[in-house]
């Protein structure tokens, strides 16, 4: 059973569109990271928040904290093909991260 | 910085064979992880070394598994008589700790496979 659930599994969308994938938990986190992995590699970090509604762009991905350190939500803008990977959600207690199951995320161009 | 890395990438082994992994973190930092990533599912925690001592082993880590960080600088992580539900991806990852923060960075990962 894992602690943070993420949704969609699944997100096929088209080239330009823009995307938000959720991650959602009944814990809190002292904080999350979020990684994207590509088949036969290692998750690579993309962000971490810390602070409760924190919210962080990293060029076109927008990362939020959710007020009560328990969820988090990533939206792509304009997405690109290059922006295809599975995409994981961890939260942070004591020093050890629990992962959500992923979300598949496709751009077709 | 040449990142967290890991050998074998790719490990084919029968049931019954004991095999071990090697890691090796980014240098200086002094936590070091091991998880565990079956298809579709995000990795799972196994263990965890700060420096060299072995901190936390979760209920996944059976007694054929075990892992050891002699100098606190490389791992391994070894499997007896390995089992087909062995079969999975395992990840090493390190983070600074205290000093520099709780990010973990990983390596690109061991496909095990137990035929």
């Known amino acids: 059973t894992q602690l943070l659930e993420q949704s969609p599994q699944f997100l096929s969308i088209q080239e330009g569109e823009n995307l938000t994938v959720y991650c959602n938990s009944s814990?809190?986190?002292?904080?999350l990271q979020w990684y994207r992995q590509e088949p036969g590699e290692g998750p690579v970090l993309l962000v971490t928040?810390?602070?409760?509604?924190e919210v962080k762009k990293l060029k076109r991905l927008t990362f939020q904290f959710g007020d009560a350190r328990k969820d988090s939500s990533l939206h792509i803008t304009a997405a690109q093909p290059g922006d295809t990977g599975l995409y994981l959600c961890?939260?942070?207690?004591?020093?050890?991260?629990?992962f959500g199951a992923g979300t598949t995320v496709t751009v077709r161009a | 910085d040449t990142g967290v890395s890991q050998d074998p990438r790719h490990k084919i082994t029968k049931r019954g064979q004991n095999v071990t992994f090697r890691c090796d973190p980014i240098?200086?930092?002094?936590?070091l992880y091991w998880y565990r990533q079956t298809l579709g599912q995000g990795p799972e925690f196994l263990t965890y070394?700060?420096?060299?001592?072995?901190?936390?082993k979760s209920r996944l880590l059976s007694d054929r598994f075990s892992a050891e960080r002699p100098k606190g600088s490389f791992s391994t992580l070894e499997i007896q008589r390995t089992e087909q539900g062995d079969s999975a991806m395992y990840l090493c990852?390190?983070?600074?700790?205290?000093?520099?923060?709780?990010?973990?960075?990983f390596g690109p990962g061991t496909r095990l496979t137990v035929t």
């Open positions: 928040v810390v602070t409760g509604g």
């Open positions: 070394f700060q420096n060299e001592a072995q901190l936390e």
């Open positions: 240098s200086e930092h002094n936590r």
């Open positions: 814990s809190v986190f002292s904080s």
């Open positions: 961890a939260g942070a207690r004591d020093y050890k991260l629990s």
């Open positions: 990852a390190s983070s600074a700790g205290l000093a520099g923060g709780y990010e973990q960075y």
